[in-house]
């Protein structure tokens, strides 16, 4: 199938900001599928409410736009009912990790066969550009006049100490980079998580002095580097791309198929 066949054009021009990272991440999400060759009813993409959420409206895929914070929860619903099909979750800072907190760090506790994508734009872009869990100290938002005190999660270490067995970490400048670690958070066995930093020119930038999208595209560049490199030898500060956890452990589908099929033993014995 062509990039074409998963999306619904009839749903385009898309909703977001002229320079908003989501309309990439969904780019590099489609080739992921694309060059994995899914077929696509048997693909399900659950997502809540928010900027990052409307990727399910452009999706030809079965979809759900849920409840606020409750993406995780309903694709748990799925993923249990149909074990057999690929349940995608795209979420922003709110559906991933404020309301959708809790969900989050269950999934990966459980290590349930799902991909979860967080679009971390550090702001919540569709209400009017509050501070968010993933904003972090000195962020100036509508929330926050006079800057965020509040730190901010990092999603790699949440993950990665919450249990989830694939944790990976790009950008949307590295766009071709992402559709790589997407293809392979799909491919694997257990709760991935695979966190892309997108820009929001319209709130974040704006405020924060980032300037427009080039800018701050130009910072996803520049401020970020790949695992065992040499930059970030030289300079730890920068923030590491790439893949964080891969390992093997349990899956609870296939764990709560060994619970029924020993109860209806029991019950037949």
């Known amino acids: 199938m062509a990039v074409k066949d998963y999306l619904r054009e009839r749903f385009f021009p898309h909703m977001?900001?002229?320079g908003c990272g989501h309309g990439t991440?969904?780019?590099s999400l489609i080739r992921a599928v694309e060059e994995l060759q899914l077929n696509k009813n048997e693909i399900v993409m659950t997502s809540g409410i928010?900027?990052?959420a409307r990727i399910s409206g452009y999706v030809d895929f079965h979809s759900l736009h849920t409840l606020h914070g409750r993406a995780l929860a309903f694709?748990?619903?799925v993923k249990l009912s149909r074990p057999n099909l690929n349940v995608l979750v795209p979420m922003g800072d709110g559906d991933a990790l404020a309301i959708g907190g809790n969900h989050f760090i269950h999934a990966a506790r459980r290590n349930i066969d799902i991909t979860a994508i967080v679009m971390n734009n550090r702001i919540y872009g569709m209400t009017g550009g509050q501070f968010s869990p993933l904003s972090g100290p000195g962020?100036?938002?509508t929330t926050a006049p006079y800057l965020t005190i509040d730190s901010n999660f990092d999603v790699v270490e949440?993950?990665?100490a919450a249990g989830?067995?694939?944790v990976a970490r790009s950008t949307a400048y590295h766009a071709k980079e992402s559709t790589e670690l997407l293809k392979k958070a799909i491919l694997h066995k257990g709760f991935s998580v695979v966190e892309i930093l997108s820009q929001c020119p319209t709130h974040y930038g704006r405020k924060n002095k980032e300037g427009d999208a080039v800018s701050m595209l130009e910072l996803h560049k520049t401020n970020t580097a790949k695992l065992g490199s040499k930059a970030l030898e030289e300079n730890p500060n920068l923030v590491p791309r790439g893949i964080f956890v891969e390992k093997d452990r349990p899956e609870y589908c296939a764990e709560y198929d060994k619970i029924?099929?020993?109860?209806?033993?029991e019950k037949v014995s």
């Open 139 to 141: 962020v100036k938002a």
């Open 158 to 160: 949440l993950a990665r």
């Open 75 to 77: 694709a748990t619903g």
């Open 164 to 166: 989830a067995t694939f």
């Open 16 to 18: 977001w900001c002229p």
């Open 50 to 52: 928010g900027c990052s």
């Open 25 to 27: 991440i969904l780019n």
């Open 260 to 265: 029924i099929a020993y109860a209806t033993r």
